[in-house]
T-cell receptor
Framework: DTEVTQTPKHLVMGMTNKKSLKCEQH?????MYWYKQKAKKPPELMFV???????INESVPSRFSPECPNSSLLNLHLHALQPEDSALYLC?????????????FGDGTRLSIL | SQQGEEDPQALSIQEGENATMNCSYK?????LQWYRQNSGRGLVHLIL?????REKHSGRLRVTLDTSKKSSSLLITASRAADTASYFC????????????FGQGTTLQVKP
């Protein structure tokens, strides 16, 4: 069992749909991350939240909209996605941004865009 | 672009043998981490080595770091079928941003 919980595990959506991915951690971590991982590739950072504020946006298209409602929750809102956005979306958390500590990952949401 | 490069890309060994994976990176770092990813799962942190450390052990894992060569290696001793997974190195750069850049990964298969 992982300490970072992501829902849903799988999501199929059309290009005109709006959906949200959710991530939750109860380790008291103050940094949370979204990564995108294509098959047989390493994870690529999308966003970093530090103390509930957006700290890093890796030039991600605006059809991906992150939100951090509180220190335990992280959402990724999806709208008008493209087929190339199909991937595994991983959420992670760490004690604090910039502190040399491990990142704890959830098992991801496998997203398919029709 | 990804900072870390790993080799080999794929490794197949028999249970009980040792597995060595190598990682090279391009810029200065504060620390380097190794992660494991089982098929269909998230990444699991294995070990973190700081830039002023040369070697670190954790159970059957041994990590070395050579900052002069900008390289690291992960050794798994006495491998088990359960070690079958992809292994990634990740560097943080020198800016303390918390941003991890992952290598391309090594896929390890341990045959029973």
């Amino acid at each position: 069992d992982t300490e970072v919980t992501q829902t849903p595990k799988h999501l199929v959506m059309g290009m005109t749909n709006k959906k949200s991915l959710k991530c939750e951690q109860h380790m008291g971590h103050r940094a949370m991350y979204w990564y995108k991982q294509k098959a047989k590739k390493p994870p690529e950072l999308m966003f970093v939240y530090s103390y509930e504020k957006l700290s890093i946006n890796e030039s991600v298209p605006s059809r991906f909209s992150p939100e951090c409602p509180n220190s335990s929750l992280l959402n990724l809102h999806l709208h008008a996605l493209q087929p190339e956005d199909s991937a595994l979306y991983l959420c992670a958390s760490s004690q604090a941004q910039g502190v040399p500590r491990p990142q704890h990952f959830g098992d991801g949401t496998r997203l398919s865009i029709l | 672009s990804q900072q870390g490069e790993e080799d080999p890309q794929a490794l197949s060994i028999q249970e009980g043998e040792n597995a060595t994976m190598n990682c090279s990176y391009k810029t200065s770092i504060n620390n380097l981490q190794w992660y494991r990813q089982n098929s269909g799962r998230g990444l699991v942190h294995l070990i973190l080595i700081r830039s002023n450390e040369r070697e670190k052990h954790s159970g059957r894992l041994r990590v070395t770091l050579d900052t002069s060569k900008k390289s690291s290696s992960l050794l798994i001793t006495a491998s088990r079928a359960a070690d079958t997974a992809s292994y990634f190195c990740a560097t943080d750069g020198a800016g303390n941003t918390g941003k991890l850049i992952f290598g391309q990964g090594t896929t390890l298969q341990v045959k029973p």
